[in-house]
């Protein structure tokens, strides 16, 4: 086989390659968008799915924490960064 010959069969499988990609991602993301908007329509139709949406996690956490908590935590965070740093430092002196 001459190299223009191999050259032209590579382009054409290069171009059957990426344009199966291309259309295989495209269906995916209109599939995909579809499945989104007919659920949501379901759950909002069904009363599943609350009007002003779900709460993020950590708002909830958050409001769950008391501020003793919140105190406790700082101060663990602070003992085993002071440890991490010392540590660092005397292997690196």
């Known amino acids: 086989?001459?190299?223009?010959?191999?050259?032209?069969?590579?382009?054409?499988?290069?171009?059957?390659?990426?344009?199966?990609?291309?259309?295989?991602l495209t269906l995916l993301v209109i599939i995909t968008s579809l499945m989104s908007r007919v659920i949501t329509g379901y759950e909002k139709n069904f009363g599943v799915l609350p009007e002003e949406g779900i709460p993020a996690p950590t708002a909830v956490i958050s409001q769950a924490m008391s501020e003793h908590q919140h105190a406790n935590d700082d101060k663990n965070l602070i003992t085993v960064l002071s440890a991490a740093v010392h540590k660092f430092r005397s292997r690196h002196k």
């Open 1 to 24: 086989m001459a190299a223009s010959n191999l050259m032209t069969e590579g382009l054409n499988l290069m171009l059957v390659g990426m344009g199966f990609v291309f259309v295989f």
